[in-house]
Structure formats: C-alpha cells, structure tokens
C-alpha cells in the first residue's frame, strides 16, 4: 500500500497543469499515486494527463461518462484510491519542494487522522503572500483534538491543505456534496470527527490566485449554494460528535464570517 493517494481533479486547466504535475512527480519522496480526474475537460487537460501516464505509473487517468463538477470529482477519485493518506490536491496549484517528504514525516511521526499544512499565494502577477495560517498551525499541540485546541476551526476551510486518513473516510462514509462551497461540508465536519489532528507549519502549498476562471471571480446566483452546505457541515457535525457550547461558538462565528466575505466581495 502506497503511503500517499493524491487526487487530483482536473477541469480548464491546461495552463497550469503541467506544474502542477511536474511538482508533484519531481520530489525526491516516491511513496505515492496519483489519481487524475479528467472531468470532460473541454480543453487540452485529457492529453495532457495521457502524457504524464503513458511515461509515469505512479499517474492513474480516470475519466468519468459526463463531467461532474469538483466535489463528486473528488469523490471518483476517492474510490479508486489506494493508499493509507488521500490529499486532495487543486491542479491549478502546485507543491513546494520537499513537501511530500515533510508531509510524511509529520504523518509517521504523529499518526494523524488529518494533517493541516501550510500554503502560500501566489497572485496571477507575480506577488506572493505567505501563509497566514502559519501562526495558527505553529501554536497547535502536536496532535490534538478539535476539543482541545478549537482555534483551528479558524484555519482556512479547503480540502488541498488536508491530508486525511483513507480509513477514517470510509469509516464516516464521507463523500464531497455537488455545488459551490463543497469544502464547507467537508472540513468542518471532518476536524470534528478527527480523534488525532496535527499540523505542518511550512508552505507546502502554492495557492494560486487566478486572474479569471475561478468562482471567487464569478457573479451569479450560484453562490447562495453557501447556505446549504453550512446547513449539510452543521448537520455532519452533529452525526459525527456532540461539540461543547464553545466549539459550537466557533463554528457559528465562522459561519456569520463566510457569509459576510461572500456577500461584500465586490466579484461575486
């Protein structure tokens, strides 16, 4: 059993896709798969992950009948995974070098059921800014529960700066809700779950920040979506636990933020 499942949906990204796998497959740790979605890309994406296939075995090409859109993307991805740890990762961003063998470092030293690392962004015309989640992450026990440090429910709430035990996926039945704002539903009820958190306070992932093409730059009904999967995170959460008043408090700031960067961000 590999160590790393790595899915990597891929939809309109023939412009990054390439660094995006040459990041991944150039780090010196090799314990690890990949499981590309072509989702009924339009563009050159499919070839593209033909290519890296034909010459590469650790690249697995799945290709669902009809495009499926990220989340249940992700789920195709997560049935044809192998190993022990699945990372979603976006393939419009890419790893850092030496990522892979920091993160598995972290993941055989603390035998984590979730590991949040650190990540950068990158802007479309050239600035960076680092990790803002690297104070949090750094401050964080070395394995803990969301009980013991609540805090890092404030941590950016994505699914590619989590690696997550495929066991405790299958154990949850969890799968990746359709629409807009699917890592909503995803982390908050997973952390919750989570009897062992750690972090990994560097920048393994540089988030890019697209100029186009990106939902965050889209306006348009659609991002009411963010109701229902705070209705679907806050519903798991009650399946999966029984959080004290505190963490209940936490979950609903965050909510209330969510809502009010949606609604006052002038490109949606």
Not at 130 to 151: D, I, K
Not at 215 to 235: K, N, P, Q, S
């Amino acid at each position: 059993m590999k160590l790393l499942s790595i899915v990597l949906p891929c939809y309109r990204v023939q412009g990054y896709l390439r660094q995006c796998l040459d990041s991944l497959l150039d780090q010196s740790f090799s314990d690890f798969e990949i499981i590309a979605v072509d989702d009924r890309s339009p563009d050159n994406s499919g070839a593209i992950l033909a290519e890296y296939a034909a010459r590469d075995d650790r690249v697995r090409v799945v290709t669902p009948p009809q495009n499926l859109g990220l989340g249940r993307a992700r789920n195709l991805g997560l049935e044809h995974a192998t190993g022990e740890y699945v990372w979603f990762v976006d393939s419009d961003d890419w790893l850092s070098e030496g990522a892979l063998d920091a993160v598995a470092g972290r993941l055989r030293a603390t035998e984590a059921d979730v590991l949040i690392v650190g990540w950068d962004r990158v802007h479309w015309d050239g600035p960076v800014d680092p990790g803002t989640a690297e104070q949090t992450l750094g401050a964080a026990p070395r394995v803990f529960s969301v009980e013991q440090y609540p805090q890092i429910l404030n941590v950016l709430h994505v699914a590619w700066n989590k690696v997550v035990r495929r066991e405790l996926l299958d154990k949850l039945g969890f799968a990746f809700e359709a629409g807009w704002y699917e890592d909503v539903s995803f982390t908050f009820p997973l952390l919750i779950a989570a009897g062992r958190i750690s972090t990994l306070p560097r920048t393994c992932v540089h988030y890019r920040q697209r100029r186009t093409g990106a939902i965050t730059r889209t306006v348009g009904d659609r991002h009411f979506e963010v109701f229902d999967h705070w209705e679907h995170a806050l519903a798991l959460v009650d399946r999966y636990s029984s959080p004290t008043p505190a963490v209940r408090g936490i979950l609903f700031r965050r909510m209330i933020w969510h809502y009010l960067t949606v609604l006052r961000h002038d490109a949606r």
